[in-house]
């Protein structure tokens, strides 16, 4: 299985916003719901946004309102729009299908917001 490659993350301001993607495999993206995932040091991969082929989305409630995802089926590439960002939000976002609880990810991408 070839792993999704995230990309975007850096360093942000509280307050700021941030525009991940995620390339994933036809065989990942075509015929599945996608979500974004994040994980913070000392933490578990949590959920933080998922999307359905269709466009159906669902939100973690910390993120809800703050966050919009997206996707491109012809593309195979999903997007997270990030606004307000908060120091909470610092953590290693990966994407994969939703919902997902094997060991196939990518390297994720860092979001760190620091002052």
């Known amino acids: 299985q070839v792993q999704p490659v995230e990309s975007g993350g850096g360093l942000v301001q509280p307050g700021g916003s941030l525009r991940l993607s995620c390339r994933a495999s036809?065989?990942?993206?075509?015929?599945?719901?996608m979500g974004w995932y994040r994980q913070a040091p000392g933490k578990q991969r949590e959920s933080v946004a998922r999307i359905t082929r269709g466009g159906v989305t669902g939100y973690a409630d910390s993120v809800k309102g703050r966050f919009a995802i997206s996707r491109d089926n012809a593309k195979n590439t999903v997007y997270l729009q990030m606004n307000s960002l908060k120091p909470e939000d610092t953590a290693v976002y990966y994407c994969n299908r939703f919902p997902y609880t094997g060991d196939y990810w990518g390297q994720g991408t860092q979001v760190t917001v620091s002052p």
């Open positions: 036809g065989s990942i993206f075509s015929s599945n719901a």
